[in-house]
């Protein structure tokens, strides 16, 4: 491991441990269902490309209104900036 790795991985281990709201994502985002049960849904999300974001794991059973498919791409927000409390707004054309 190269010097400049070693310090973002450092920066980015404060950062999650000291402030985890800076850490958060402050936006709604794209995501593609990866699994679909009655209720809920598994997603993946994406980066601004629309390739799996590797940073983040993917996140299951996420309640929804509607109805999605696997492959579907759909916006997610977070309650309050908390990873752990995701919500699917609707689906992206």
Known sequence: MD???????TIRKFLKEKHPDLYSI????????????????DIRLLDKYGKANDEYPE?????????YMVGDVVRVGFYYNDLGMPYVDGKVD
């Not at 402050?26 to 849904?41: C, G, L, R």
């Not at 996140?59 to 109805?67: F, G, H, L, W």
């Open 3 to 9: 010097l400049y790795n070693l310090i973002v991985r």
């Open 59 to 67: 996140i299951p059973k996420v309640k929804v209104r509607n109805s």
């Open 26 to 41: 402050h936006y709604p985002v794209k995501a593609v269902v990866t699994k679909s049960y009655e209720v809920f849904v």
